[in-house]
């Protein structure tokens, strides 16, 4: 049952990653569908791109949500100068992890916490970068029938088999790795005077 001294809470993103992430804090919350065009803009930067769609997927769910605490992310990985999407297909998650072999990879997770009653935007990237390991074909196509991680910016999941492709990680929040920084959110909600244990 939700507890009415606490503000409504919104997740503007329909990733169950997100939403499973979210769910560890303990709080009551709802999901909207933020319907936000991800394309680059001319010119943007990797974490200029992730956050300006982090604070666009908060406000398309503010006139539905008046009264609530929306939030918004999104997740941008970068191999050198190429953008790494969600992969979609077997072929392109190949490519990409190819590409990503014994590189590094730079992911930048945005974070954006609206009152859509005061209108007070909070927002912050949480970068996160990734070593991975020199990942032969054959270790490719076995990790990829194994997770099937094709919904995931990289091609692999960190939170699961996707860990043995890595060989170290630098940086403050793992779980803005996964998608959403809790860390970081800790600090807004309660900013916002939401207490948590």
């Known amino acids: 049952m939700p507890d009415p001294s606490r503000p409504r809470l919104v997740l ?3 990733s169950r990653y997100r939403q499973e992430l979210l769910a560890r ?3 009551a919350f709802e999901t909207a569908a933020p319907g936000v065009d991800e394309s680059p803009v001319a010119g943007e930067t990797p974490q200029m791109l992730a956050l300006r769609l982090a604070c666009a997927k908060a406000q398309a769910a503010q006139a539905a949500f008046p009264d609530a605490l929306i939030i918004g992310c999104d997740q941008v990985a970068v191999v050198g100068a190429t953008l790494l999407d969600k992969p979609g297909t ?3 998650a190949v490519e990409q992890l190819a590409l990503m072999s014994g590189k590094p990879v730079a992911f930048f997770t945005a974070l954006c916490l609206l009152n859509a009653r005061t209108l007070r935007r909070q927002s912050a990237i949480v970068p996160v970068n990734v ?3 020199e990942l032969g074909m054959d ?3 076995r990790y990829l029938r194994a997770e099937r991680p094709y919904d995931c910016a990289g091609s692999a999941r960190i939170e699961g088999l996707g860990i043995a492709l890595v060989a170290r990680l630098e940086g403050d929040d793992p779980t803005a790795l996964i998608g959403l920084p809790l860390i970081r959110l800790c600090d807004m ?3 916002e005077g939401v207490e948590l244990p």
């Open 90 to 92: 077997h072929a392109r």
């Open 12 to 14: 503007a993103s329909t």
């Open 25 to 27: 804090l303990g709080i």
């Open 139 to 141: 270790q490719i196509e």
């Open 131 to 133: 070593h991975m390991r």
């Open 189 to 191: 909600l309660k900013s």
